[in-house]
């Protein structure tokens, strides 16, 4: 498997202030993470696929200018929450893949993140 | 439009009996489909994965099948016990590298 640490495992923060997430691929370089948000009983839904090296591609609704994604290394992209509000609050976990094609996906512990 | 539909409501069954989750897709044609555990609080654990071409998968007490013509799979834990009760997300491949698309997850309660 693959050992993906995410940190910080949960933040509350106030409403207009910025949150980074930090998302670490540990035993192996990893080209590509996915970065996922889960509301209370609902599914994950992917928010956007963080590239090494270059621009992250965002899914359909998700805002980039709000949702920051930066991969600058094969083992650590960060998603930083820009201007939160509560409506941000949400479970946040990111993964990743050993290679490409049909092969399992290791996700982090996640962040719970809590905007007041 | 597409869909991966997990039953919402909550699975409850006795000790030693087996459970069974199914996975339901529309407007999908994965070449594979996997089925994760989630924990709450905690992010998906990979279980199993089965490709367009298994009928049938096994590990240890889980089973997986995946039928393509009646667009669905489903997920066996045999002998349950309480320390599988979780949720369970089926996950489909989108045809676009390694992006997965999750169903909405069943959770299963197994009652000593």
Request: aromatic share 10%; net charge positive; proline share 4%.
């Amino acid at each position: 498997g693959a050992v993906v640490s995410q940190h910080p495992s949960w933040v509350i923060c106030k409403s207009g202030t910025s949150v980074k997430i930090e998302c670490r691929s540990l035993d192996f370089q990893a080209t590509t993470m996915f970065w996922y948000r889960q509301f209370p009983k609902q599914s994950l839904m992917l928010m956007a696929t963080s590239n090494e090296g270059s621009k992250a591609t965002y899914e359909q609704g998700v805002e980039k200018d709000k949702f920051l994604i930066n991969h600058a290394s094969l083992t650590l992209s960060t998603l930083t929450v820009t201007s939160a509000h509560p409506e941000d609050s949400s479970f946040y976990i990111c993964s990743v893949t050993k290679a490409t094609g049909n092969t399992e996906a290791f996700f982090g512990q996640g962040t719970r993140l809590t905007v007041v | 439009s597409q869909k991966i539909e997990q039953n919402s409501e909550a699975l409850n069954i006795q000790e030693g009996k087996t459970a069974t989750l199914t996975c339901n897709y529309t407007n999908y044609s994965p070449a594979y489909l996997q089925w994760y555990r989630q924990d709450p609080g905690r992010g998906p654990v990979f279980l199993l994965l089965i490709r367009e071409n298994e009928k049938e998968k096994r590990k240890e007490r889980l089973k997986v099948t995946f039928d393509t013509t009646l667009k669905q799979s489903l997920f066996h834990i045999t002998a349950s016990q309480p320390a599988d009760s979780a949720t369970y997300l089926c996950a489909l491949d989108n045809n676009a590298g390694n992006m997965l698309t999750f169903g909405g997850g069943t959770r299963l309660m197994v009652k000593p």
